[in-house]
């Protein structure tokens, strides 16, 4: 049931469609090996998507060094730790009013801002209109706002 879906977001990120056959593989086994904890899980959707994108990414880093992003001696982080502190609250308090959220809207919402999926790639993915992704898309905005200027 979730084997065209998770191979197709392979293949989409990896461009290679034996490496995405792979590694669809490895993500099903990790299902299989982990199967006790899954019992646990209420959310397949995201549980599945969520351990295919690390596994995904792991493979792609494992396969390809990413070149370093700053040059030598420049300033990496000049972030205060009071503002790393109040960076990481905020994500936790973001990541608690997504994990509130409708399935669906949860479920874009991750494929937009974690994976960095397009909209027109999210809707072909899901069989959603993109309209329909947008709208989740904005009023899980919305709703992020609202809870954090509380």
């Not at 977001?9 to 299902?31: C, G, M, N, S, W």
């Amino acid at each position: 049931m979730f084997y065209p879906k998770i191979y197709s977001f392979a293949k989409r990120l990896i461009q290679d469609q034996e490496e995405a056959k792979d590694v669809t593989q490895k993500i099903f086994i990790r299902i299989w090996v982990n199967r006790e904890k899954f019992l646990d899980v209420q959310d397949y959707d995201s549980y599945i998507f969520i351990l295919s994108k690390y596994t995904i990414l792991n493979h792609i880093k494992g396969k390809k060094k990413i070149p370093d992003r700053n040059p030598p001696g420049d300033i990496r982080d000049s972030r205060s730790p009071e503002d790393k502190v109040e960076m990481l609250d905020i994500r936790k308090k973001v990541d608690s009013i997504v994990g509130k959220m409708p399935k669906q809207r949860r479920l874009i919402f991750r494929m937009s801002r974690i994976l960095g999926l397009k909209n027109e790639e999210i809707a072909r993915e899901l069989g959603l209109s993109k309209k329909t992704v947008e709208n989740h898309i904005n009023l899980a905005l919305k709703e992020i706002r609202k809870e954090l200027s509380k």
